[in-house]
Nanobody, 120 residues
Framework: QVQLVESGGGLVQFGGSLRLSCVAS?????????MAWYRQAPGKQRELVAS??????????TYVDSVKGRFTIFRDIAERSVSLQMNSLKPEDTAVYYC??????????WGQGTPVTVSS
């Protein structure tokens, strides 16, 4: 059974930094197409924050415009993990952050979510 375990959320002040991590288990590395971070703020729809492909040697990262230049997604293929380094955090970054994995076979898996709160 595929599981995604997130860690690293918490409370941080405006302008601070946090690093989120997500480790996948129950699936082989070669079966992973991409991993990503989504977030959902209260009363809002879940949105894609950053994604990273796993199928190429270099990997391709994408970001939502609101986090470009502040967030960086990293991958560790051997560990089947992705991390999200979040710098210059703003109150509007407050949300529950979810790890997502897409497999080569079209399946999608989600983590349980980790809350991030940025105080002003």
């Amino acid at each position: 059974q595929v599981q995604l375990v997130e860690s690293g959320g918490g409370l941080v002040q405006f302008g601070g930094s946090l690093r989120l991590s997500c480790v996948a288990s129950g699936i082989g590395t070669a079966s992973i197409a991409a991993m990503a971070w989504y977030r959902q703020a209260p009363g809002k729809q879940r949105e894609l924050v950053a994604s990273m492909t796993f199928m190429t040697s270099s990997g391709t990262a994408t970001y939502v415009d609101s986090v470009k230049g502040r967030f960086t997604i990293f991958r560790d293929i051997a560990e089947r993990s992705v991390s999200l380094q979040m710098n210059s955090l703003k109150p509007e970054d407050t949300a529950v952050y979810y790890c997502n994995m897409a497999t080569r076979f079209g399946a999608t898996h989600w983590g349980q979510g980790t809350p991030v709160t940025v105080s002003s």
